[in-house]
């Protein structure tokens, strides 16, 4: 079979690109040797956001672009994306008021036009955001915006099949070569496919790829570790803080599923994708962060999961991991059939890499690239606004109970219409197999969502996992091989 693109990976960039390409006609496979958002595109810090922090590296562009694209995201998939107040203290501060000041106001301006609030000064009526702080009511408060990281990647990926594209998780490319102007490729399931262009959005395997297809590339990358720690809920509230390092790095700490508090992130250069797990100093490091603002103090005991992921950032030549641009590289070989691979790239960012990158393999592959997703609702998406949504949500299915309804709404917005058609009592949901999850759900996720092992279903589709002792994960691997068999 032809097709005329095959996508390697299947993280946010690879989705993303999956989506762009398929709503503009185009035959399109993605392979993913693991799981959709297994890696990287998974152990972000779940933010859409323009990185108040590039500033001070002159990433104007890079800002401007990202703040341009957290106005689409939250128009575009308000289930899964919620903007968020940040609160920035300014005690133990390693830059001048004057300077902070400044660089919010061009936040403000690169945003241009937007709905959520712009930023202030602290005063003494935001008494929640300064109460868990040693430093009180001195600082700022901003905008940006908390995302699911890996259901953003998946619906990128649901909206491609839904619109032509095959999506095959747990199938890697074996190998690939230039034949009579296409490219002739074996995969793991042994299927050759041919297609007229490759598209390497293998992330921090990207050059491992390239060394697989046999082609050199021109960019580089580096590989920069970042970790984060969970630790029980350190304050009340939605907000998030973004604190100041004496490194100057910064930490935010962020509310996350309700009971806890997500921190992170760290910038640790590693030499191999493998190298993905925290160790004990980026551990501590987190835990100083916070105690050097927080009147509630952590230890390492505290911290009840974590996760790191290792970003393929390009190689700008900064000589420190902090410095190295977020912003992303596309190069285009078409010295046969082309080749586009991608090189960096963040979250925020990866529709208009995406369009980005149709733009590039137009002319190989002689079609007009137009822009389908600006203004395009994700999978699951209102139309009729979030605060609507939760109400029908809450009315249709009462015996979902408050929180579930919540949390299931946020994952699944309008789709769950199409989950829960038919039921009308708590025992058609089947089973509770722990933390609320039912065998409905799982089975969604799994016939839809293309779930294949309980951690798929646990941790990144659903994140109950960090719920539920280890006995309850036990007993749902249970179920979840004979329901899957």
Not at 88 to 93: C, D, I, R, S, V
Not at 211 to 237: E, F, M, T, W
Not at 455 to 462: F, K, P
Request: charge should be negative.
């Amino acid at each position: 079979m032809t097709y005329d693109l095959l996508i390697i990976g299947g993280g946010i960039n690879g989705c993303a690109i999956a989506r762009e390409a398929s709503l503009n006609g185009l035959k399109v496979l993605l392979v993913e040797r693991d799981d959709l958002a297994a890696h990287t595109s998974s152990a972000s810090t779940k933010l859409i956001h323009g990185g108040l922090r590039y500033l001070e590296h002159y990433d104007f562009k890079l800002v401007a672009e990202a703040l341009r694209e957290r106005e689409r995201l939250v128009k575009a998939a308000p289930h899964i994306i919620r903007p968020m107040l940040f609160v920035l203290p300014h005690e133990n501060a390693v830059r001048p008021w004057w300077m902070v000041r400044a660089g919010l106001y061009l936040y403000d301006f690169l945003g241009g036009r937007m709905t959520l609030p712009r930023s202030r000064g602290l005063n003494k009526k935001d008494r929640a955001f300064a109460a868990p702080l040693k430093g009180g009511d001195k600082g700022f408060v901003y905008s940006d915006a908390f995302v699911d990281d890996s259901r953003l990647t998946l619906l990128n990926a649901v909206d491609a099949a839904d619109n032509g594209a095959e999506i095959l998780v747990g199938t890697a490319l074996e190998s690939a070569r230039r034949e009579n102007g296409v490219w002739r490729a074996t995969l793991s399931d042994w299927r050759t496919v041919e297609a007229r262009a490759i598209v390497n959005a293998a992330g921090p395997w990207v050059h491992q790829m390239l060394r697989g297809l046999g082609v050199n590339a021109a960019s580089n990358v580096r590989l920069v570790k970042g970790s984060h720690i969970v630790v029980p809920k350190l304050y009340d509230g939605d907000h998030a803080y973004i604190l100041q390092q004496p490194d100057r790095r910064i930490v935010f700490a962020i509310p996350y599923q309700d009971d806890f508090t997500e921190i992170g992130t760290t910038d640790v250069p590693v030499e191999q994708p493998e190298d993905a797990k925290i160790d004990a100093s980026e551990i501590a490091y987190l835990c100083d962060a916070v105690n050097r603002h927080f009147i509630r103090q952590i230890t390492p005991a505290d911290v009840t999961s974590t996760w790191s992921g290792v970003r393929p950032l390009y190689d700008d030549g900064a000589s420190e991991a902090k410095e190295v641009t977020r912003d992303y590289v596309l190069e285009l070989d078409t010295s046969g059939p082309a080749l586009l691979s991608v090189f960096g790239g963040k979250i925020t960012t990866a529709r208009h890499l995406a369009e980005e990158a149709l733009g590039k393999l137009a002319l190989p592959l002689g079609f007009k690239a137009g822009k389908p997703t600006r203004d395009r609702l994700f999978p699951g998406a209102p139309a009729t606004g979030w605060a609507a949504l939760l109400a029908k949500t809450h009315s249709s299915w009462p015996f979902l109970g408050e929180a579930r309804g919540t949390r299931m709404v946020r994952a699944y917005g309008v789709l769950l219409d199409e989950m829960l058609a038919g039921i009308t009592d708590e025992a058609g949901l089947g089973d509770d197999l722990g933390g609320g999850l039912t065998e409905v759900e799982a089975r969604w996720m799994h016939d839809r969502e293309w779930a294949r092992t309980p951690e798929d279903a646990l941790d990144r589709r659903s994140k109950i996992g960090l719920h539920l002792t280890p006995e309850q994960r036990t007993r749902f691997a249970t179920w979840w091989s004979t329901a899957s068999a």
